[in-house]
């Protein structure tokens, strides 16, 4: 006669879960955003002008990096 109290035991595994916080980082990103937003959108002259400066606002931190790395002649 099998063990009932084995066969229907169900084993439950307690995780921790991990948050990390980058509020401070995040702030600052989103303030650089915004400024990347105005001055696109200050040179833009037609809506794929705005929908570029939109894009560019978003992946400026590459385009950063990329000049450094150019400049450095790395």
């Known amino acids: 006669m099998p063990d009932d109290k084995n066969s ?7 995780t921790k879960k991990v948050v990390k916080n980058n509020s401070a980082s995040g702030g600052i990103y989103g303030l650089a955003l915004i ?3 105005v001055y696109y959108f ?3 002259t037609t809506f794929w002008d705005y929908v570029l ?3 560019k606002a978003l992946v400026w931190p590459a385009f950063l990096v990329y000049e450094l790395l150019k400049f450095l002649k790395m």
Not at 8 to 14: A, F, P, W
Request: overall charge positive; aromatic content about 6%.
């Open 8 to 14: 229907s035991k169900t084993t439950t595994r307690k």
């Open 35 to 37: 400024g990347a937003l």
């Open 42 to 44: 200050q040179q833009a």
């Open 53 to 55: 400066g939109f894009l």
